[in-house]
T-cell receptor
Framework: AQSVTQLGSHVSVSEGALVLLRCNYSSSVPPYLFWYVQYPNQGLQLLLKYTSAATLVKGINGFEAEFKKSETSFHLTKPSAHMSDAAEYFCAVSDHGNKLVFGAGTILRVKS | DTEVTQTPKHLVMGMTNKKSLKCEQHMGHRAMYWYKQKAKKPPELMFVYSYEKLSINESVPSRFSPECPNSSLLNLHLHALQPEDSALYLC?????????????FGPGTRLTVL
């Protein structure tokens, strides 16, 4: 079964610094991968998705992620953090039962 | 309209009450989902409806009863819940049930069972 592992339950960066949130997947077949963001007391919003069309995927709010098959990774990056980026981020993989399987989540804190 | 709406936003109920959660989307999506999210945890899938038919039930206790009256509406009927059922209940929809179809989430209903 497919799964994802998010390294680091909490990440803290300074405003303007690079954001790097790590996600590694486990899949026996080419995966479909997603990054979602959840602000406090809200639902999840899709940031970007990988569906094998391109290894570098650009999403909303300046985020992007690169699919690296050799490293089984799909890390999320943003060149310059903004205070409004503070939220919880979930990496997810769609398994072949048509279900989304989420990682444990990473809470991003942005310091001024 | 690219929104999934959920009502109510908050719900407090006793263990003997019967209540319902409602989810609506007008994006023409044919797959709809219920998730349960406990504090500081990722969402866990409960049910999937595809073309108004239940396609996945993740062994959810019978005190949770889903219903899909039409392609735009999804309900979750609650009866005899336990305090441990307190959580954020999220509804989502996608154009179809399938690996590459991203799911759009509603804001959730915060449920407290006393």
């Amino acid at each position: 079964a497919q799964s994802v592992t998010q390294l680091g339950s909490h990440v803290s960066v300074s405003e303007g610094a690079l954001v790097l949130l790590r996600c590694n997947y486990s899949s026996s077949v080419p995966p479909y991968l997603f990054w979602y963001v959840q602000y406090p007391n809200q639902g999840l919003q899709l940031l970007l998705k990988y569906t094998s069309a391109a290894t570098l995927v650009k999403g909303i709010n300046g985020f992007e992620a690169e699919f690296k098959k050799s490293e089984t990774s799909f890390h999320l990056t943003k060149p310059s953090a903004h205070m409004s980026d503070a939220a919880e981020y979930f990496c997810a993989v769609s398994d072949h039962g048509n279900k989304l399987v989420f990682g444990a989540g990473t809470i991003l804190r942005v310091k001024s | 309209d690219t929104e999934v709406t959920q009502t109510p936003k908050h719900l407090v109920m006793g263990m003997t009450n019967k209540k319902s959660l409602k989810c609506e989307q007008h994006m023409g999506h044919r797959a709809m989902y219920w998730y349960k999210q406990k504090a500081k945890k990722p969402p866990e899938l409960m049910f999937v409806y595809s073309y108004e038919k239940l396609s996945i039930n993740e062994s959810v206790p019978s005190r949770f009863s889903p219903e899909c009256p039409n392609s735009s509406l999804l309900n979750l009927h609650l009866h005899a819940l336990q305090p441990e059922d307190s959580a954020l209940y999220l509804c989502a929809s996608s154009s179809r049930q399938g690996n590459y179809n991203e799911q759009f989430f509603g804001p959730g209903t915060r449920l407290t069972v006393l």
